[in-house]
């Protein structure tokens, strides 16, 4: 059974940074479409970065212009997400994503089965 555990977030200024992570475990293929997303209060779940860990590939928000940089580490079984130069806008909660499927459904948002527990981030203007 896949787990993710999630860690970080918490509350900043304007401008700072966060660091979120994702751990995961329990997974039984190697590939798979591993990702973040937010929800914003009164809004609607988005995805903000999603990647297929074979390769081939990746999605990035047009709100993350570059602010938001993933790095993966212990043997690739974690995700972290930086997140830079926050803007109040950026409040959320954030979850980490997996799904089991082919790179071609990576993109198929509402669809992914396991989600982490969701973390608040609070940026303060």
């Known amino acids: 059974q896949v787990r993710l555990v999630v860690s970080g977030g918490g509350s900043v200024q304007a401008g700072g940074s966060l660091k979120l992570s994702c751990a995961v475990s329990g997974y039984t293929y190697s590939d798979n479409c591993l990702g973040w997303f937010r929800q914003i209060p009164g809004s609607e779940r988005e995805a903000v970065f999603v990647?297929?860990?074979?390769?081939?590939?990746?999605y990035v928000a047009d709100f993350v212009k570059e602010r938001f940089t993933i790095t993966r580490a212990n043997h690739q079984n974690t995700m972290n997400l930086h997140l830079h130069n926050l803007k109040h806008d950026d409040t959320a909660m954030y979850y980490c994503a997996f799904n089991s499927v082919e790179r071609h459904l990576c993109s198929a948002f509402d669809q992914y089965q396991t989600w982490g527990q969701g973390i608040q981030v609070t940026v303060s203007s």
């Open positions: 990647m297929y860990t074979g390769g081939g590939y990746r």
